[in-house]
């Protein structure tokens, strides 16, 4: 996913925080590797920290739209279920990009659209 670095801090345990937007909405994240440059415009990759509970924390939506942004203190994901594994496993799609998530609990039909709320979403520069 491409995304335009609006706001960076460092926080007093030395981790970058990022305000983002993207062409699928704006939001907050952690940075992990090298500080982005204010402004400046990075191809990544998005994970989660902690694994997500069916149900609880990501839920089927009657939405289609594929978009992010920030609510309070999450991250609010609206992708498409592309895949699931036995070992709860799951992979987004989230417009032209997918994330894959640890989930628990039973997933809804494949092709669901559903709603992620995420606590913590990290960002990571792929080099592109």
């Known amino acids: 996913m ?3 670095i609006q706001n960076l801090e460092v926080s007093s345990d030395g981790k970058y925080h990022v305000q983002f937007s993207s ?4 939001a907050n994240a952690c940075w992990q590797g090298a500080p982005p440059q ?3 415009g990075y191809h990544v990759e ?3 920290g902690e694994p997500l509970t069916w149900g609880v924390d990501i839920l089927s ?3 289609s739209t594929h978009r992010l942004e920030q609510e309070s203190d999450c991250v609010v994901i609206k992708a498409k279920l592309e895949a699931y594994e036995d070992d709860g496993l799951a992979v987004l799609r989230l417009g032209g990009s997918i994330m894959m998530v640890d989930t628990f609990g039973n997933p809804p039909p494949l092709g669901t659209v559903v709603e ?3 606590r913590e979403l990290t960002l ?3 080099g592109i």
């Not at 062409?23 to 704006?26: H, Q, R, S, V």
């Open 2 to 4: 491409k995304v335009h």
């Open 23 to 26: 062409e699928l909405g704006n």
């Open 38 to 40: 204010l402004g400046e």
């Open 46 to 48: 998005l994970s989660v």
């Open 61 to 63: 939506t009657v939405e």
């Open 116 to 118: 992620a709320h995420i």
């Open 124 to 126: 990571s520069d792929t």
